[in-house]
């Protein structure tokens, strides 16, 4: 068996902490890089759900897209619901590892998965200076209300489900994804000339000016549905580095639905 200082030296290569973000906080959050590990989970929140999952199922390490503590703390404190998740995952030795923007600019990366999930075919980055999103083409084209079915059938299903703006019945050839909060990149997809761009959290007033500019076809999924096949992705390449190493690890991907949104209802409108 590897030692968990192995294990991340591997993940390290994979999404090296050096690219992420200066404001991120990634690489390895308890653990004892002396401690065997056996069992892998990767899953997108280290939340106190996946925590217990990880115990359930035996795991020696939890690998997480999000960070546990983006912003810094003084205290881990089991009184504070995230000092609870370190606690229970150190009492149980349990390893807590974040790959966050690192692994969004990857290559392989976030946007890659998210593409793989969609059957789209990569063309290239979206952000070519910084790695991030994808742009694709489509095998076949099709109308944006066929894509954005697409999407509600090949990505996790959660209480948002997927908007939609723009004309539903636009020719879609060539478009953009971006996993995660997306609405920052409108520019570079306006000058990637695609015909849509799939990614997530859209906001009101960007969505507003961007369909006020083009004909552009937005698709707005949840943060954690387009974010969730990175996790199946990262699961096959350390299965992949495990064989070679004969390790023999047992790698899982959990199917927790960890979006924090549980409910959604239409409303008949505000009477005339």
């Keep these: 068996m ?9 993940l390290d290569a994979l999404w090296p902490p050096e690219r992420a973000e200066q404001w991120d906080a ?5 653990g004892d890089p002396d401690a065997e590990v056996r069992r892998v989970l990767f899953a997108v929140d280290p939340v106190q759900e996946i925590a217990d999952e990880a115990i359930r199922l035996g795991a020696d390490l939890v690998v997480t897209h999000h960070p546990l503590y983006l912003r810094g703390t003084t205290t881990v404190a089991a009184s504070h619901f995230k000092g609870r998740v370190v606690h229970t995952l150190i009492k149980h030795d349990i390893a807590l590892h974040v790959a966050h923007t690192n ?12 593409a793989g999930a969609l059957d789209l ?20 084209p099709e109308t944006l209300a066929a894509f954005a079915a697409r999407a509600a059938k090949r990505l996790p299903a959660t209480a948002q489900g997927i908007r939609v703006a723009g004309d539903p019945e636009q020719i879609l050839r060539r478009v953009a994804v971006s996993g995660g909060s997306g609405d920052s990149l409108f520019d570079a997809v306006r000058a990637a000339g695609v015909d849509a761009f799939l990614t997530a959290d859209l906001r009101h007033h960007p969505v507003s000016e961007a369909t006020q ?18 996790c199946e992705q990262a699961a096959a390449q350390l299965d992949t580095i495990s064989d070679r190493h004969g390790w023999d690890l047992r790698v899982h991907v959990s199917d ?15 009477p005339n």
């Design 213 to 230: 500019r083009s004909p552009l076809g937005l698709v707005d999924a949840a943060h954690w549905a387009t974010e969730w096949p990175w």
């Design 121 to 140: 075919r990569v063309t290239g980055p979206l952000v070519p200076e910084t790695g991030l999103g994808r742009i694709c083409e489509l095998d076949q």
């Design 26 to 30: 990634v690489g390895t959050v308890c």
């Design 2 to 10: 590897p030692r968990l200082s192995e294990v991340i030296a591997e």
């Design 256 to 270: 927790t639905v960890t979006d924090p949104w549980s409910a959604h209802h239409t409303s008949p409108g505000a």
């Design 103 to 114: 692994a969004d600019t990857a290559d392989p990366g976030v946007s890659d998965a998210l």
